[in-house]
């Protein structure tokens, strides 16, 4: 597949690397679409590849120092995502392997915690987390991610752009990814993977 190169690209990846979000946005807005695209051939499922490509623009923004060494940045955005793409699935296949292993050498069945209170603690723990967003981020994020609302149905209702709608989830993504990481040592997308597999 063969994903064009932006005209003023470089122009672009120079003041992104002075850390212009003019920049970064425009970088974002083009190439967003074909990323998720390219992430979808891997992982077959799409709220995961939307995650990981999140991930990977966070992982461009927080390196954006760097951009002025690079040749290319769609060269650089492609291979990072793959690069991220396939750390995640190799990780995800030890975490799949291992509960294999654990069901498999379990001597009887055990009681589960109810499903209840699993999905309880769950929203409060997401409950707290969202008090940390703005009223409008966390509203982006509840229509999107709760509603299964799409981006241009969010920027209709909220009369705001889709731009706008995106930035407002990269900035949610980026909370709730700190929050799983410090808390427990997990990626977004593979907390994402073990929700749906334990749903």
Not at 28 to 43: A, H, K, M, P, T
Not at 152 to 168: F, M, P, Q, Y
Request: net charge positive; no cysteine.
């Amino acid at each position: 597949m063969h994903y064009p190169k932006l005209q003023n690209e470089q122009e672009l990846q120079r003041r992104l690397a002075g850390g212009d979000t003019t920049a970064f946005d425009n970088l974002y807005n083009y190439y967003w679409e074909s990323l998720g695209s390219f992430i979808l051939r891997y992982v077959k499922v799409p709220e995961l590849a939307e995650d990981l490509s999140q991930e990977v623009f966070s992982k461009i923004w927080e390196a954006r120092e760097m951009m002025s060494q690079v040749d290319s940045f769609r060269g650089y955005l492609f291979t990072t995502a793959r690069n991220h793409t396939l750390n995640f699935l190799n990780r995800a296949t030890k975490i799949n392997a291992a509960k294999g292993l654990m069901l498999q050498h379990m001597p009887k069945p055990v009681a589960l915690p109810d499903d209840d209170l699993i999905m309880r603690d769950y929203k409060q723990w997401l409950q707290n987390i969202l008090q940390e967003m703005t009223p409008q981020m966390r509203q982006v994020f509840q229509l999107i991610r709760q509603e299964y609302k799409t981006y241009d149905e969010v920027a209709v209702l909220l009369g705001i752009s889709r731009n706008t709608v995106k930035k407002h989830m990269v900035g949610s993504m980026k909370i709730i990814r700190g929050r799983l990481d410090d808390e427990l040592g997990l990626s977004l997308s593979l907390s994402l993977l073990l929700f749906i597999t334990l749903r």
